[in-house]
């Protein structure tokens, strides 16, 4: 039972262009978000975060939104640089215990 | 700080054996958890442990078990190893100044032959 889904295995997008990756959750009772990027061999890196009582949350140039209502949240990135080229994962949390949940990966390929 | 290390970093085993991860946290972290990567499924929950209790699982058969020693570092064990064992085994730990966020450990390529 996938609680956290990225339905988009992967996407691609010109250098300097805007990124968004996107991602969707079931469980209501996640309440914290987090975003990681992993390049290959290495594990999993965080990126940003955003609690339940924002909906918005800004770190250079990366933003991720969170729509409640809907279940969803999303990272853009502006501009993407080559560098970003990475799996994304998205990750939730009820912050009850702990326990993470995390999206299935987009992998994004930012061309130069 | 050091971060997360993982040990060892590759491994080579045959269906029927067992195997035994190690993880040590960053330094004060006290809780270490530990995930399954494979292609198309993410990063799937195993156990977490907490001052050397396991606190939450997931859904894996109890040939899956780990434990945690007093100093937070921890240990993950597969017995009878099967194909479908072969994976990256990643660890995480948490408990600094962003309680809510994990720090991941480079991960253990397991590959079950």
């Known amino acids: 039972d996938q609680q956290v889904k990225q339905n988009s295995p992967s996407l691609s997008v010109q250098e300097g262009r805007i990124s968004i990756l996107n991602c969707d959750y079931t469980?209501?009772?996640?309440?914290?978000f987090l975003w990681y990027k992993k390049y290959p061999a290495e594990g999993p890196t965080f990126l940003i975060s955003?609690?339940?009582?924002?909906d918005k949350n800004e770190d250079g140039r990366f933003t991720v939104f969170l729509n409640k209502s809907a279940k969803h949240l999303s990272l853009h990135i502006v501009p993407s640089q080559p560098g970003d080229s990475a799996v994304y994962f998205c990750a939730a949390t009820p912050n009850t215990g702990n326990q993470f949940y995390f999206g299935t990966g987009t992998s994004l390929t930012v061309i130069p | 700080k050091a971060g997360v290390t993982q040990t060892p970093r590759y491994l080579i085993k045959t269906r029927g054996q067992q195997v035994t991860l190690s993880c040590s946290p960053i330094s004060g972290h006290r809780s270490v958890s530990w995930y399954q990567q494979t292609p198309g499924q993410g990063l799937q929950f195993l156990f977490e442990y907490f001052s050397e209790t396991q606190r939450n699982k997931g859904n894996f058969p109890g040939r899956f078990s780990g434990r945690q020693f007093s100093n937070s570092r921890s240990e993950m064990n597969v017995s009878t190893l099967e194909l479908g064992d072969s994976a990256l085994y990643l660890c995480a730990s948490s408990g600094g100044p962003l309680t809510d966020t994990q720090y991941f450990g480079p991960g253990t390529r397991l590959t079950v032959l």
């Open positions: 469980n209501s009772m996640f309440d914290y």
């Open positions: 955003i609690s339940s009582i924002k």
